[in-house]
Structure formats: C-alpha cells, structure tokens
C-alpha cells in the first residue's frame, strides 16, 4: 500500500509564502516523478508542477518565477516552494506520484489527500 501524505497548507496574506510537502511511504520500488495539482472552488484540478526523480522540472505558466518544486528522492518527499502568493492561487493542493509498487509492475499514478492553501488579507 502506497500513502502520500502532504503538509504544509494553511492562510497566508497575498504577497505572503508558504512550503508544501509530500512524503511517499509504503510499497516503493522506483519513483518516475512527483508533483502538485491544484482545484479551486467550481473549477477543474489543474497541473502545477512536476518534477522527475532526476531533477527535471516544468511548471504551469501562471506560477512561474513564483514557485519552485523539489524532490528529495532519497526520502521520497517532494516540496513546493510557493512565494509572492496571489488571491487567485487559493485552492487545495494535491501531490501526486508516479511510481512503482514492486520491481516488476507498472507505473501507476497514487494521489495525496490534498491541503488547503488560502491565500486572503
């Protein structure tokens, strides 16, 4: 069994930061790569970023220069680094891994149970 567990979330004023993270746990043989979505109220989970075990990242435009993700392969957590927040970056934030339970399955895609990021003056 695979668990993702994510931390990290809470209220911060606009302009304000905040640093997610998510840490992998259970059934691990390899993990491709990890990263965070995120879903505001009546809109649909949206990519934020991503990032391979080997380092490679890529981000959705409107949080770019803003925020950085990095992944600590060793203790299976991805973090989110987000700065200068904005209003409109209010949603929960779910980490996602792509990985290998056993040496001999395939990649499957396991979910975190999300956090909350509200970002209000």
């Known amino acids: 069994q695979v668990q993702l567990v994510e931390s990290g979330g809470g209220l911060v004023q606009p302009g304000g930061s905040l640093r997610l993270s998510c840490a992998a746990s259970?059934?691990?043989?390899?993990?491709?790569?990890m990263g965070w979505y995120r879903q505001a109220p009546g809109k649909e989970r949206e990519l934020v970023a991503t990032?391979?075990?080997?380092?490679?990242?890529n981000y959705v435009d409107s949080v770019k220069d803003r925020f950085t993700v990095s992944i600590d392969s060793a203790k299976k957590t991805v973090y989110l680094q987000m700065n200068s927040l904005k209003p409109e970056d209010t949603a929960v934030y779910y980490c996602?891994?792509?990985?290998?339970?056993?040496?001999?399955?395939?990649?499957?895609?396991?979910w975190g149970q999300g956090t909350q990021v509200t970002v209000s003056s």
């Open positions: 996602n891994a792509d990985l290998r339970p056993f040496y001999w399955s395939s990649i499957f895609r396991y």
């Open positions: 990032i391979s075990s080997g380092g490679s990242a």
């Open positions: 259970g059934s691990i043989f390899s993990i491709n790569d």
